[in-house]
Nanobody, 126 residues
Framework: QVQLVESGGGLVQTGGSLRLSCAAS????????MGWFRQAPGKEREFVAGFRRSNTHYRDAVKGRFSISRGSAENTVFLQMDSLKPEDTATYYC?????????????????????WGPGIQVTVSS
């Protein structure tokens, strides 16, 4: 079983930065594909960024502003969020699936992931 926990959220002004962390226990990210998702009130959960095998993927709306990386111990993944906008306000979730079992076309599909963190709030004030 894999447990995921997000941290680093909070309140920031437009144009500011936050770095989210996702810590895994039970397995390391060496054995997992993972994604960051977000969900705003009244909206569907949407893919933000993720790793699949050795490749990174980003939602068009965050390209050039967000960056995903792995920690050296491989049990943490980071989402660096710069130039934040009010429309980035949402609950952000870390999700993971056993490596090699996530097909590319399902990368952005929440139901394709087996493991989820509880989520963390990010609020960007205008």
């Amino acid at each position: 079983q894999v447990q995921l926990v997000e941290s680093g959220g909070g309140l920031v002004q437009t144009g500011g930065s936050l770095r989210l962390s996702c810590a895994a226990s039970g397995r390391t990210f060496r054995d997992l594909d993972m994604g960051w998702f977000r969900q705003a009130p009244g909206k569907e959960r949407e893919f933000v960024a993720g790793f699949r095998r050795s490749n990174t993927h980003y939602r068009d709306a965050v390209k050039g502003r967000f960056s995903i990386s792995r920690g050296s111990a491989e049990n943490t993944v980071f989402l660096q969020m710069d130039s934040l906008k009010p429309e980035d306000t949402a609950t952000y979730y870390c999700a993971a699936h056993p490596k090699g079992r996530l097909i590319l076309s399902s990368l952005g599909t929440p139901s394709a992931y087996s493991f989820w963190g509880p989520g963390i709030q990010v609020t960007v004030s205008s």
